[in-house]
C-alpha cells in the first residue's frame, strides 16, 4: 500500500487538494500518544522485517497482513499455486510467540476437526471436551475451499464470534486470534466455493502475483540452501499484540470519513451490476481496516485515502455481480472501481471530526 501523501488505487491524490491541514480536518481529538503510535511502528517493522526474510518483492501483500493483524480480522491469500501463499501464513504465524495450528482442508475434514468434540470419559462419567485446531493465536488453514461447505461452516462462529460452540456448551477463543486461509482459484476439481457468509467474514482478500525477477533469483540462491522459515524467531508474542490492537481502537475517525465509508459500501447495494453488495459487517471491516491503516503510517487519525486504499482489498471479494455484467467481462474489480469513482470524497466544510 502506498503511502498516504501519493496518489492512491484510482488515481486520486486527496492530500494536495486540502485546504487546511489533514490533522485539523480530519484529526478531532487525538486519543493516541506519540509514543504509542512509535511502539506499534516499531513493532510491525520487526514482524515485517522477519516476515520478508521469507516473502521477497511483496511489500504491499506483507502490509496488508499487517493491517489484518492489527484490526483483529481474517485474512484470505488467493492465487494459484507456487506463489507464496502458504508460506506467508507461516512467516507470520512464526512471527508471533503464541499458538500456532495448521489446517490442510480435504474433503473429508469434519467441523469436530476444526472446533472439537466431547467424548465420553467411562472413568469420571463425563463428557470432557477435546479442543479442535482452530484453539490458537493463529490458525492457518490450507486450501480452504477444499473442504465442504459444512466444514467450512464450522469456521463462521469461531471468526466472527471468536468462541466456539459444541454441545450446547460456549468456549472462548483467546486474543489476539487470526485466521489466514488460502485457496486457489485455479483448479476446481474437488473445491467448494466459499459461501457468501464465509467470504464476508474474511476481512481483506489478497493475491501474491508472481514475484519480481530479482526477488525470484534472490528465491533461488535463499531457497535451495535451506528452508528460510527454519531460521524465523518471533519477534512478538501476543501480550504485545494485544496492546498494538487496543492503539489501534483508539485511533480517531472524524465523521466525514465514517460517512465516506458508509456511502461506498450503500452505492455497492444500489449499484446495477451487482447482485449482492457489500455487508455492514463490510463497512466495520473497512474502517476498522483504515484505523489500522493510519496508525502504521504514524498518524491518530483516518484519511480519506486509508479508506480508498483498503476499499479494494476489503470489498472486491463480497461483490456478486449479475448476469449480465459477467456475460460483458466487467468483474467485481472494475465493478468497484466505477462505483468509488463516483463517491464523492468528503468536502471541506464538511470534514471536521
Known amino acids: 500500500m502506498e503511502p498516504h501523501g501519493g496518489r492512491c488505487r484510482f488515481g486520486r491524490t486527496f492530500r494536495s487538494a486540502l485546504r487546511l491541514p489533514s490533522a485539523r480536518r480530519y484529526g478531532g481529538l487525538v486519543a493516541v500518544e506519540t509514543g504509542d503510535l512509535e511502539t506499534l511502528t516499531r513493532v510491525t517493522g520487526r514482524v515485517r522485517q522477519n516476515i520478508e526474510r521469507v516473502i521477497e518483492g511483496k511489500p504491499d501483500v506483507v502490509g496488508t497482513a499487517l493491517v489484518v493483524l492489527l484490526a483483529e480480522g481474517h485474512l484470505l491469500i488467493e492465487d494459484v499455486p507456487g506463489v507464496g501463499k502458504t508460506m506467508l501464513a507461516k ?11 495448521r489446517i490442510q482442508f480435504t474433503p473429508d475434514l469434519l ?31 490450507d486450501e480452504i475451499n477444499r473442504a465442504s461447505p459444512k466444514t467450512q461452516s464450522a469456521l463462521l462462529e469461531c471468526m466472527e464470534e471468536r468462541q466456539v460452540t459444541v454441545d450446547g456448551n460456549t468456549v472462548e477463543l483467546e486474543s489476539p486470534f487470526l485466521v489466514i486461509a488460502t485457496q486457489n482459484p485455479i483448479e476446481m476439481e474437488g473445491t467448494y466455493a466459499l459461501p457468501e457468509a464465509q467470504r464476508d467474514r474474511f476481512m481483506c482478500r489478497v493475491s501474491m502475483g508472481y514475484p519480481p525477477l530479482a526477488a525470484e533469483l534472490a528465491m533461488l ?13 518471533p519477534v512478538t508474542d501476543a501480550a504485545e499484540l494485544r496492546k498494538l490492537v487496543h492503539i489501534v481502537g483508539s485511533v480517531h475517525v472524524s465523521d466525514a470519513v465514517a460517512r465516506y465509508a458508509v456511502a461506498l459500501t450503500t452505492a455497492t447495494r444500489t449499484s446495477p451490476d451487482l447482485v449482492l453488495g457489500a455487508s455492514p459487517r463490510a463497512t466495520l471491516h473497512l474502517v476498522r481496516a483504515a484505523k489500522a491503516h493510519a496508525a502504521l503510517q504514524g498518524r491518530s487519525f483516518v484519511l480519506p485515502d486509508d479508506v480508498l486504499d483498503l476499499a479494494p482489498l476489503v470489498l472486491t471479494h463480497r461483490l456478486i455481480p449479475n448476469v449480465e455484467a459477467s456475460l460483458s467481462g466487467r468483474t467485481p474489480a472494475s465493478i468497484l472501481s466505477g462505483i468509488v469513482s463516483r463517491v464523492p470524497v468528503p468536502a471541506s466544510s464538511t470534514s471536521h471530526g
Open 111 to 141: 467441523p469436530s476437526d476444526v472446533t472439537g468434540v466431547s467424548v465420553f470419559n467411562p472413568d469420571t462419567r463425563t463428557f470432557e471436551f477435546h479442543p479442535g485446531v482452530v484453539f490458537a493465536n493463529v490458525v492457518v488453514g
Open 221 to 233: 540462491d535463499s531457497h535451495t540452501r535451506r528452508n528460510p522459515l527454519d531460521d524465523l524467531e
Open 91 to 101: 512467516a507470520l504465524a512464526r512471527s508471533i510467540e503464541g499458538s500456532v495450528k
